[in-house]
């Protein structure tokens, strides 16, 4: 562990004496983001609307997420690449439906010092455009198929609207991938794999649950064939969207004229996909697992899980602190992220409300008659319980309490997500659920957009997702759609939405 | 070693039948390093003048020098942030001198969608101003400090003169680290210790000889109080500075207002540093390593350590290539990054040439008869020497392969560097040997600015760095400037530079 990472964060939240958080989760679900935000030390604001800066202790949880993703993406043959980030507007302009879409929220560069530039670029608001048009040049044949590039970069979307860190920002980290392939069968497979990969990493890694599915054809990806999604509910009832991984089918592959001979010696338009995930993980960490006390993190992607602090007096100081180390060295060897708080300028209780503030999964504190018995006692961050274990046990109680967090978090999560989640099946109830934010509507859908828009019109709420899991079953009850009555042609899950 | 980086980018260059690099280094440079980026597939072109794509091999490479920089930047002490690439004007503004030396290349954004922004955004040319128009909230006490964070982002800077792939570009990568400290002694270490790191980095790992020293004030970084260096020789005798470290003193604290309690509880101005490296790191490779053959790798950084060609024909295709991949696993177990080329549809001839292209340092080929004997054959990039290993011996003879390698590349290098630094002591000479681009020219100057433009303006040359090494007996040659004649003050090092 890089002692740097806490303790130049932590010193700099503690000279400022702001150290817990002091509204509750449920009193006012905002202003208690906004704290955990700036007293758990992860991000800070700058002049400009809508943009943020990710401290050290936020940019490790992007980098635990960030490695456990790249790996994952390694393992199933992508590599990484790298786009400028800006992009001519001729470019941009290529595939019609897309450069309407994010047209409203396009940063312009128009000049180069004080030279007026002969042709507008357009700042990333996401690379299909600009990679595509060079996708042409790198691919002849079948050979040269599947094309599967990845790049950890920032998209820019000037943000009108509220925004919210890690929510809603002009310019935010994210990954997005791009994959070429010579049939449509394998563009699918794709699309799925890595849909099934985000899964992993937002159930398993962040204990968050999700909803997969489709995105309407109102909400998918602009320019794509389909989308598919994972929705998580937050504590406001509200869904946020974690991942999107699109099929492109051949949308734009025409218009850029990406092309290959296939075996027979035809040439093909090729098929394509492209999927992100962006740092709103942190955010859905944020606002899923944190509480009246600051953040929780799950331990598998905490930059520290586990801070020892040592409780000594002046006389017995140097010893303390020597076992504090020791007991370090070894979780280290273990394979934890480890810090020990040694400083002398804050009492212990001081120290246990900062590091609740920044949610590190577990706290050891360790003293003299600790040492002689032989023994520490830990305290678990996210239901705060005590429990004292034997040293000789070290290594099988921290794995079975790691285990533990982090399929507590999750089922917790997963509970919520139940309770919120209704199956409504007349419009009155429906609008009632949506005016109240009582969380997800399950319901029946025509499948016409006409439905869909004077839903969002009369109540805000969007179609989340079509889930892939249809449970014929239980949809039996949901016949028909929710708002003209008509037969339903689907199963949808309706929210509210960031 | 992930598969999809060496068989996407050969396989699209394979397609285009472009495969040997076509003019020699000495005979045309500029085309040769061109062809170079392209076939070896480090990189491509966007329509927008002075951008560039790196393409998976490119990228590889600059994963490789991040995670070797990054690690060795943790080890002390650092951490890494994220900031916006979006610069308001007025805090760009705000340290007048720098805000003027970048002004003529900032990229401005005034429009989102089609709204007049209020206040124009600068694309950050580096993040000087706005990071530190943040520090003041962070920091309040000598227990903040030292600050230490680094960033791995983009640069950019319109690039109005011609451009060239990694050397010079308008968008680069480049990682820019800050620091912030609480004593001019403690800021002075910081600065030597960075360029101690680079230089570990771009001698040990890169086996590039460089010169160090300071930069004179015409040169230096706008706004520092000093500037460090690291110049590298290319092979047109220019110098290319490889990496900067510059300590700010309290320039940027007083405008930024940047200040600390002591620990007499006295406020003062706070003293900073900042420094970078970047992907003309990979410029540097190239043009120093790089043959007529093409690319040429430092096993350290080479994405595909040692490829394997299995020999076969379609009666021991299944024999050879099971040989292959196991060798493949014995040498990942030793920890190299390895791929095995067992493509049917190209020779073994057609394969050799193109890793020569992309400089991987060691081939290995494997026949019926090598399994049979046990042995394998060997074939360095750098020096094509051709040797036979026993299998039993596989570690201990690579590791010593790998060592040379490394080392054969820094000395050749250096006895280049040492062969093209001149020591001279009149102008006549000093004007000739620029004029024929003929590499370092040692000289004295007496300090002074007008003597440093009217060399530049008559030669093109520039003082690229003072050296800290000054030799004081063999400096004696040198005791009058080379331009007014006065008595000199230092010995410095003029070249042309990229």
Redesign the interface.
Known sequence: M????SS?SS??S???KEIGITVKKNDDFSEWFSQIVEKSGLA?Y???KG??????Y???I??SIREYLDKKL?DT??????????I?E??LNKEEDHFKGF????????????NKLS?K?A?RPTSEA??Y??FP?????Y??LP???NFWN?A?R?E?KSTKPFVRN??F?WQEGHTVHSSKNESEDQVMMILGIYKNLIENVLSIPTITGFKSNKEKFVGAEYTTTLEGMMPDGKALQLGTSHNLERNFSRPFGIKFLNKENNEEFAWQTSWGTSWRLIGAIIMVHGDDKGLVLPPMIAPIQIVIIPIYKSNNEKAVKESANMLKDSLLELGYRVFVDGRN?YTAGWKYNEWEVKGVPIRVSIGQRDIENKIIEIVRRDNRHKQVIPLEHLGESMEKIFNSVQNDLFSNAQKYLKEKTKRVSNYKDFKKMMDDSEGFAVAGWCGKEECELKIKEETTADIRVIPFDQDVELDKELKNCIYCNELSEKTVVFAKAY
Chains 1, 2 share one sequence.
């Open positions: 890089n002692d740097k990472i130049s010193s700099s503690s000279s400022k800070d700058i002049s400009a943009f943020i800066v990710l401290k050290p936020g940019f490790a992007w980098e390694k043959g992508h590599s990484n690449g790298f786009l400028p980030c800006l001519p001729s470019i047209n409203p929220e396009v940063f312009w560069v128009t000049h180069s010092g004080e042709e670029l700042l600009l990679l048009s060079i040049k790198w691919i002849s044949s050979r040269d094309l599967k590039i920032t820019l000037a009108i002009s310019e980290l300028e």
